[in-house]
């Protein structure tokens, strides 16, 4: 784990959700306390619980259950990238050999099955309904996104059904951590609503971020080829700019419109074009929009380190170059 | 689904279930839809809801409640199923072909995981923390006993690890059943004990029934080889009553101790020795055992229509022949 600079005012609770994470297995067989280990330990950064407690502890939220929420989020993510990874067929997660690398499909299906029974035991120790049953639809929702996709055709060039799938591959788990984190604190109902739109934005920017950095990173530094979505036929946002300023890349019409898929070359040389063209600035720039709506809802909130953590956090968003 | 006579008194809340289970995915991808009706169509008895039902419509639990418990319930097994049979490469279940032979594998983990988002969702609608907890714990019993069964070594005759195994694999959630029926209940807590271990021994029957039926079905009627748990190393109670009157048998001591493990001739003789023996009888018996601990829990309970019903359920248990 990372201590970027957003997490100050959070260190020793980040440390306690360390702590509760790891002990989730421990009454569990013993090689399933190992991989949990080796899950925990793949240099995850803890965006996700590290926003959930500064939005928390800005807003007052009871400590163990600010903790309880936190690690829950943290696993139920962890219990969706096993069965990703599994699916995707994925060898290497952020340079670390994946679970099922190593473990049979069986025992990785498992694997994450047991972490969405442990991260839904966890959801149900905040005592709070509400909260359990939104824990409950947001599982519901990552996984109905990753089965439409599954399904869906490849090339399919539409902002709205881009913007549905980040939502549901993303930002519908980054938004619930932030309105969750609110539930629990003693603020009004528009006080949740406002984070929950915060957590949203900041949720559909990282998405988008992501999807500009798979055209623009190093190949060693996100551990795939560049433009790898694409080259597998997922229309991202940089994609869909270039679209629209560029309808006539005869080897984009080919993806979107032709018979016949185009071939390697063909592909990478259209991953080349997007690279050089404005189509990364102007996506970059749109997740750059997303971010600064979340920092306007930030502005209503009680002044303290946890906000100003949370705006650097917001920027970090986009500015992060992995 | 069949409607055995033990089902009479709650007929109308088994459609009520039955209803609420084949909503749970209409706001999801249409293949999902059809996935769910596949699978809630294959003919399964609904034993744990038909037990839920009848626990609670005795004990006097609110009825909206229930019925969402039931659902819960039978949803959740359904998901552990889908799972289970994509593990052990079944392609048919109960005669019907199961999801994995129709789908891939990537299809069936998240058609797994969205049931349980489902289910989770249904569980924390009974509006019940304990029970919500209760239902996450008892998730990860059945999980973590199929992957300590996938991580050991076959042909363990060890009584202790029989009696964990048909827990966590069948008990554990039918005692949740009977024991969350009467969590939402108006009744004292020595109450809830009770049906909490009623419901652990007709589990505890259920299983060890299931696994006499391994032995004595025949091939047509349980869609699997006579004997198949064996074929695959799997000691079950038969075995184990077989091993106490028969310690000598070779093939046996071939299986549990030999260096060569015995050809499939040698096993196939093995599974008829035993078929022939009084393991069958003492097996049985011993179910019959717990059976008459689940009706002495019964005997406290308020006289009813259901309370009937649940004693002809427990005998079926022992009596069925499928």
């Known amino acids: 784990m990372i201590a970027p600079p957003f997490s100050t005012p959070i260190q020793s ?9 790891h002990c989730q297995a421990y009454d569990a067989h013993p090689d399933l306390c190992a991989a949990l280990d080796h899950l925990l330990s793949s240099g995850g950064k803890r965006i996700r619980p590290t926003l959930g407690l500064l939005c928390g502890k800005m807003l007052g939220a009871p400590h163990d259950r600010l903790i309880t929420l ?3 989020v943290e696993l139920l993510h962890t219990a969706t990238l096993v069965h990703d990874d599994l699916i995707d067929g994925a060898l290497l997660r952020r ?12 025992a990785t299906v498992l694997t994450g099955d047991f972490l969405f029974a442990r991260a839904a035991k966890l959801a149900a120790e905040t005592n709070h309904l509400a909260l359990m049953k939104l824990f409950a639809d947001t599982l519901a929702t990552i996984v109905n996104g990753e089965l ?3 399904f869906q055709a490849r090339g399919l060039a539409s902002r709205e059904n881009y913007y549905q799938r980040i939502y549901a591959k993303t930002a519908s788990l ?13 603020v009004e109902e528009t006080v949740v609503e406002t984070m929950r ?14 999807d500009v950095l798979d055209f623009t990173g190093e190949q060693a530094e996100v551990g795939k080829p560049v433009g790898s979505d694409l080259l597998q036929g997922l229309i991202t946002l940089p994609t869909l700019y270039y679209l629209e300023s560029h309808p006539e890349d005869p080897d984009l019409k080919m993806l979107l419109e032709g018979d016949d898929p185009p071939d390697r070359m ?10 050089a063209s404005r189509a990364i600035a102007q996506a970059l720039d749109e997740a750059r929009q997303s971010i600064e709506r979340a920092l306007t809802c930030l502005e209503t909130m009680p002044a303290s380190a946890e906000r ?15």
């Open 148 to 150: 439409t996709q599954l």
């Open 197 to 210: 739109q915060f957590g949203y934005e900041v949720g559909m920017a990282f998405q988008m971020v992501d």
């Open 13 to 21: 609770e980040l440390q306690e959700v360390e702590a509760l994470l």
């Open 95 to 106: 340079g670390i050999p994946t679970l099922n690398a190593q473990w049979s499909p069986p």
């Open 308 to 322: 100003e953590a949370l705006q650097v956090l917001a920027r970090y968003i986009v500015d992060r170059k992995l």
């Open 266 to 275: 063909q592909m990478e040389r259209l991953v080349q074009s997007i690279r």
């Open 174 to 186: 980054i938004e619930m951590t932030a309105r969750a984190a609110a539930m629990i604190s003693p």
């Open 70 to 72: 936190a690690a829950a």
